[in-house]
């Protein structure tokens, strides 16, 4: 248990949206995939994830950043999409509607909260445990917290910042106890935990971030953990699952994502700044591994904030 109070205290998290949406059609997604870590609390209505777990009125889901999942709104849909088509044409699927529209509207409807959850303000948390996605239910202290940062961020009370900041931290602090508690995916937390204790490790993922946009070879990792370039992708990949390169494609993609939804800056500016020197390229990767162009993932965020 100490080594979990240790990574909760290392975690930096943010709060980044909460809205209200209500389904206009029922779709099926077949790989739904984003790289924010979001909660759907569904006010009314019925869901279902990972090929038929059932999420239903007045529970809640958990989808991890950079996890992809199958995913169907509402009850027996006719259609079945990509994510690439549901991105493009969300608008054609899901209504943003106000806090009070979601206490009464009719059908399926449900508040979305998505956040940042990093260790050492470098490794997605929740990324980094591989777990799936999974259902938040019969957990009330939950579901009063998400009420809470919904209603607050919709206020203009003084204070309301504060009050989000809070609250979305007490959110990550119960969705950890929630999967403790329950005793989830405990293999996952044994094999992928351990990492955190490495100072090493943490070396590399706070050069990465600091970095993003330079070299990241194997041998310029090496030097900063203090091992040898033949080792060093054996040692990274021992202690996270995964190999550096894969690693820091995930992280200069990521930051590509809140360039585009934070910023004016061109495609190419963008690519340069994430450390991708030829722009056709880094569309290629963007696509490849979003699904989406990175014009029309651009394009989705200014139709959702509207």
Not at 212 to 217: C, N, P, R, V, Y
Not at 264 to 277: A, F, M, P, Q, T
């Amino acid at each position: 248990m100490e080594d979990y109070n240790k990574i909760i205290e290392s975690l930096s998290i943010r709060y980044l949206k909460a809205k209200h949406f209500r389904v206009l059609e029922p779709v099926a997604v077949d790989n739904y995939y984003d790289v924010e870590n979001t909660i759907l609390y569904l006010r009314s209505g019925q869901c279902s994830f990972n090929g038929g777990e059932v999420v239903n009125e007045g529970e809640a889901l958990f989808i991890p950043g950079g996890k992809t999942t199958s995913f169907v709104f509402g009850s027996n849909p006719s259609l079945r999409i990509h994510n690439e088509d549901f991105l493009t044409n969300r608008e054609k699927y899901l209504q943003p509607i106000s806090a009070e529209d979601a206490q009464s509207a009719q059908g399926l409807v449900f508040t979305q909260v998505s956040f940042e959850a990093k260790v050492f303000d470098s490794v997605n948390f929740f990324a980094s445990l591989d777990v799936p996605a999974f259902s938040l239910s019969e957990n009330p202290v939950i579901y009063e917290i998400i009420d809470d940062i919904s209603r607050e961020a919709g206020s203009k009370k003084p204070g309301k910042d504060r009050i989000v900041k809070i609250s979305t931290d007490m959110l990550v602090v119960e969705v950890i106890r929630h999967i403790l508690d329950r005793k989830l995916f405990v293999e996952q937390l044994a094999t992928n935990s351990t990492y955190f204790n490495d100072p090493r490790l943490i070396d590399i993922f706070t050069y990465i971030k600091e970095n993003i946009s330079g070299d990241l070879s194997n041998k310029v990792l090496a030097n900063v953990a203090n091992v040898s370039e033949d080792y060093v992708g054996q040692y990274f990949k021992m202690l996270t699952g995964i190999n550096p390169q894969d690693y820091i494609e995930y992280q200069r993609m990521e930051k590509a994502v809140t360039l585009l939804r934070t910023s004016k800056k061109s495609i190419r500016e963008i690519g340069k700044e994430v450390g991708y020197k030829d722009t056709a390229y880094f569309c290629r990767r963007f696509k490849m591994m979003f699904g989406i162009p990175a014009g029309k993932m651009r394009r989705r965020e200014s139709l959702m904030n509207v």
